[in-house]
């Protein structure tokens, strides 16, 4: 990468707000300027470098750069009969490669399959000495600097401009099926905790105003054994997959209510907290992903009042969508954590070109 035109736009730019001391906002699709702190600066545009470097479907390892769009990464995959298995979500048709892991999202099959962390096998980043540096590999038993290109996933782009990632994939599952049963949220996640620590094939579940959803996936014998076990109504294979891309994307029907209640003053919190923690003793709509360890929590309610429920419960609360992100996008961070994230950011950008305030307002 270290010739190409494309490449040494964003070098040459990265050189020139060092030397004018500016900041630059990191922007691809934009899709995802909503979350965190609102972003600042002069927008680098990563949509310049683009493209699949490298792809072995028969070492399920794929090479793209930053600016690639999702959806063209998901059709390559998809020709093989492989995908990404944490489904990250789509914002809008504008969705990047680079996006994806420095905003971190995963979707519904987290619990099940891992984080967005845990399929990065290396990454090129450009850090803010317009330097571009290398870390972990193509291959799944190449470790050196596995933890760094990790580190990237969630730094929503204060530590450097990811410029390409090597991503494991997997083959699509053989299998796959959709049950709901009529339940309320104690049972439900009773449940879900239930099965979850039982051999089922549970990939992922969903519980929303009365209705737990679950998907399952992996070898037909096994999937067909678990529809038997666990009953319920299986929901037509179309209308599933519109269910999980909707809950995937944030188009269904608990989202779009959600946002027009934003419109209004309220708030959507994404609340981690560990799965078996008891129903949050707060007012406001919820929908339960991840087995029970996301709670999505659309309510007019103060901050302090949600990040203590989340506290109590173990977890903590980001202020995911808004209009007013007086109260912090992410939970405060405790001084050991936040020494570690400011010694990062030092590291990497010391002059703080990249995203001021993203993160954190000081950061």
């Known amino acids: 990468m270290t010739h190409d035109p494309a490449l040494q736009i964003l070098v040459d730019k990265v050189e020139a707000a060092r030397a004018a001391g500016a900041q630059l906002r990191i922007r691809g699709g934009g899709t995802k300027d909503f979350y965190g702190e609102p972003p600042q600066g002069e927008i680098l545009d990563t949509t310049v470098l683009e493209g699949i470097s490298s792809y072995e479907p028969t070492e399920l390892v794929v090479t793209a750069r930053c600016g690639t769009s999702l959806a063209t990464l998901e059709a390559a995959l998809a020709e093989k009969n492989q995908y990404l298995p944490f489904e990250p979500p789509h914002f809008g048709p504008g969705s ?5 892991v420095a905003a971190g999202l995963s979707g519904p099959p987290r619990a099940a399959v891992g984080a967005v962390r845990d399929y990065v096998l290396g990454a090129t980043l450009l850090n803010g000495r317009a330097e571009v540096l290398s870390f ?5 038993k190449n470790v050196a600097g ?5 580190l990237l996933a969630g730094s929503l782009g204060t530590l450097g401009v990811i410029l390409e990632v090597s991503l494991k994939v997997l083959p699509l599952a053989p299998a796959t099926a959709t049950v709901r049963f009529e339940l309320a949220q104690i049972s439900a996640m009773q449940k879900i905790n239930e099965w979850t620590g039982l051999p089922l094939p549970i990939n992922a579940s969903a519980w929303w105003d009365g209705m737990l959803v679950v998907r399952l996936r992996g070898a037909l014998a096994a999937v067909q054994s678990a529809l038997a076990a ?5 929901i037509e294979p179309t209308q599933a997959i519109t269910f999980w891309r909707g809950l995937r994307n944030q188009t269904d029907e608990y989202f779009e209510k959600a946002r027009a209640a934003v ?19 707060v007012s406001g709509e919820q929908l339960i992903e991840w087995g029970g360890a996301q709670r999505w929590l659309c309510t007019a309610l103060p901050a302090a009042l949600v990040r203590d429920a989340a506290t109590l419960a173990g977890g903590h609360a980001t202020l995911f969508m808004s209009n007013d992100k007086s109260a912090g996008a992410f939970a405060p961070l405790r001084t050991p954590l936040d020494r570690i994230h400011r010694e990062l950011k030092k590291s990497f950008d010391p002059q703080g070109v990249f995203n001021p305030g993203r993160l954190y307002p000081d950061l």
């Open 146 to 150: 596995y933890d760094v290109s990790r």
């Open 230 to 234: 666990l009953g319920g109504d299986v």
């Open 263 to 281: 419109e209004h003053g309220g708030a959507l919190w994404r609340l981690s907290v560990p799965p078996t923690a008891p129903p949050l003793a």
């Open 96 to 100: 990047t490669v680079g996006g994806m």
């Open 136 to 140: 972990g590999g193509q291959v799944m």
